[in-house]
């Protein structure tokens, strides 16, 4: 599924989802269709500004799936920035970010690319506040240890939480700009 309403493409829609969403609504913080995780859906023009191009910037972090064992030093080497090619061609030295290794993320739904457990990986969680294009798996993939698994589990204090893949939790106003911790909203 791609975190749009219409495609020129024939592919899964968040139109298709069993919800009656309201007119206007539309996606902020797209995700790509290899990866999954919290999607924000708003009727509210202004969120897309006030989240992402505003002069605060807002957390988002992601469990991340990669091929083999992540060293001591490379492990520093992403907390630390490492440069990434983003659009145009141009080499981007990411800011510093969070990171840590975790353990296997429990009651994660199975994923139709999933390695097997005998393959060597290692799970991350990665809080960045910025999102270039691709960026977690540019980032991952400077260190050679490619993506295999990407979820965003939040944006600031908005969880993804025990939400189903395909389901829709809707928030109260107040309580959505709280929890992203938006100010001046109306």
């Not at 609504?25 to 790509?32: K, S």
């Not at 080499?91 to 993320?105: F, G, H, L, N, R």
């Not at 991350?124 to 270039?132: A, P, V």
Request: proline share 4%.
């Amino acid at each position: 599924m791609v975190s749009q309403f219409i495609s020129p493409d024939n592919v899964g829609l968040l139109g298709d989802l069993d919800y009656d969403f309201p007119e206007g609504i539309h996606a902020i913080g797209r995700l790509d269709n290899q990866s999954e995780g919290l999607l924000i859906l708003t009727t509210n023009k202004k969120v897309t500004k006030l989240l992402f191009q505003g002069e605060t910037a807002h957390k988002r972090t992601y469990l991340v799936r990669v091929r083999n064992i992540v060293s001591a030093d490379s492990l520093g080497q992403l907390r630390n920035g490492v440069t990434i090619r983003i659009k145009g061609g141009i080499d981007y030295v990411t800011p510093p970010c969070e990171i840590d290794i975790i353990a296997q993320p429990v009651n994660l739904p199975q994923h139709q690319l999933e390695l097997r457990d005998y393959v060597a990986h290692t799970w991350l969680s990665i809080t960045l506040n910025e999102g270039k294009y691709h960026q977690v798996r540019k980032m991952v993939s400077a260190i050679n240890h490619p993506c295999k698994r990407l979820i965003r589990v939040s944006i600031e204090d908005l969880e993804l939480g025990s939400l189903a893949p395909g389901a829709v939790k809707e928030i109260e106003e107040t309580e959505f700009f709280s929890r992203l911790k938006i100010r001046n909203w109306n």
